[in-house]
């Protein structure tokens, strides 16, 4: 009687190689696992890592090399010198721009960027994606800002609510308008143009009650003149105004006379009133001659 034939518990079709790569009970149960659940590499672990910009909760959701910033929903990310430090889709700058800073994540709009995330960080030519801004920041549209803010539609616009208190603007805000005081609208408020966004100035509102807004038009205030609008200069006056010599008012803008304090047409461009309501808190529509009157 021949004797009982083993049967074979190798899969039909595998050449002797890869029954030799197949478990074996032989084998310790710790290196079955690795086999059966491919576990075992570092890169795997390495790979489900997020890279700049990713969703973190602690450094350990980051790829090596990287933290978790701890903002809203957590950003991977870490400090660099040039973009390629950055890996690809990373870009290597700071809030004011410029090459050098953190990675971020790069954007062209907030299509490129996570759900909660928008392309509101940085500087045209080098933005990235950052949380929804508050009051104050970067926005094209209201869901580029934080929730019951409005995206107003100034250059690069600004994210803003009407308020009554300073409290309701939350920190760095205040609560004032052009004119001072205190209710209007929610600005970030500012000692001086290092406290505002690149492409603003502390030049809104009045003494002790300032905030960013954009370089200022004909007529409005400033210290520098780089708070003036390309084109125009800041007079040395008490709180400065911008103005810039000229031959028509067209030459000014709306909202401005191209004039003298001796009347007529030509001379520099200032802010046209008929009243003192026309004019800055601090002026007075009394420059110039009727009908070309202009705040000073």
Not at 149 to 166: I, R, V, Y
């Amino acid at each position: 009687m021949r004797a009982a034939e083993t049967v074979s518990r190798t899969p039909v079709g595998t050449t002797r190689y890869q029954q030799r790569l197949l478990p074996s009970a032989r084998w310790p149960t710790a290196i079955l696992a690795c086999f059966m659940l491919s576990a075992c590499g570092g890169n795997n672990q390495q790979q489900a890592r997020h890279t700049v910009g990713g969703t973190c909760s602690s450094d350990s959701d980051c790829q090596s090399g990287l933290m978790c910033a701890p903002d809203p929903g957590g950003h991977c990310e870490k400090s660099c010198n040039t973009d390629p430090d950055c890996g690809s889709g990373g870009i290597c700058t700071s809030d004011r721009g410029g090459v050098g800073g953190t990675c971020y994540h790069a954007c062209a709009s907030s299509a490129d960027c996570r759900p909660d995330r928008r392309c509101v960080g940085g500087v045209a030519g080098r933005k990235f994606c950052d949380p929804p801004s508050d009051v104050g920041g970067t926005c094209f549209v209201d869901s580029d800002c934080q929730t019951s803010l409005m995206c107003a539609s100034d250059p690069n616009g600004h994210c803003e609510k009407s308020c009554a208190t300073d409290p309701e603007c939350g920190t760095g805000g205040i609560c004032t308008s052009d004119r001072g005081g205190v209710g209007g609208t929610c600005y970030h408020a500012c000692a001086s143009s290092a406290d505002c966004r690149p492409d603003r100035r502390c030049v809104g509102g009045v003494a002790g009650r300032k905030f960013c807004d954009p370089p200022s038009a004909v007529g409005g205030t400033c210290f520098v003149e780089s708070d003036c609008e390309t084109g125009l200069m800041c007079a040395p006056d008490p709180n400065g105004h911008c103005e810039k010599p000229c031959a028509t008012d067209a030459e000014c803008g709306a909202g401005a006379v191209c004039t003298t304090d001796a009347g007529g047409v030509g001379g520099t461009c200032y802010h046209a009133c008929m009243t003192d309501a026309d004019c800055r808190p601090d002026r007075h529509c009394t420059g110039g001659v009727a009908p070309r009157l202009f705040c000073n």
